[in-house]
């Protein structure tokens, strides 16, 4: 079992910026591959960005390249989403979620990839 709890979201005006943190407990935070979702409203979950077990690869959905920066701290057992030159088209319901499997498969972008997930946090962009 792992257990995710977001924080870091509320509401921000287009142009801001706001770290979103995910702290992990459980099981092994360091063999896990992390990724961030959203759930825009009306709109089913999509992908953001991950980042490999032991952080050396990471991943973005394109419309997030070069405004958000996934990272990990393995010693916190933590890993955030750094989103700059937020738009309004970013508002959603953020989450984290873990894949357990993460030194035997590659980093994956879809839902079913992630085994475990945290309860959201919104983000809400203001224009």
């Known amino acids: 079992q792992v257990q995710l709890v977001e924080s870091g979201g509320g509401l921000v005006q287009a142009g801001d910026s706001l770290r979103l943190s995910c702290a992990a407990s459980?099981?092994?935070?360091?063999?896990?591959?992390m990724g961030w979702f959203r759930q825009p409203p009306g709109k089913e979950r999509e992908f953001v960005a991950a980042i490999s077990w032991g952080g050396s690869v990471t991943d973005y959905e394109d419309s997030v390249k070069g405004r958000f920066t996934i990272s990990r701290d393995n010693a916190k057992n933590t890993v955030y989403l750094q989103m700059n030159s937020l738009k309004p088209e970013d508002t959603a319901v953020y989450y984290c979620a873990a894949d357990p499997r993460g030194m035997l498969t590659y980093l994956s972008r879809a839902v079913r990839g992630f085994e475990y997930w945290g309860q959201g946090t919104q983000v809400t962009v203001s224009s």
């Open positions: 459980g099981r092994t935070f360091s063999s896990c591959h």
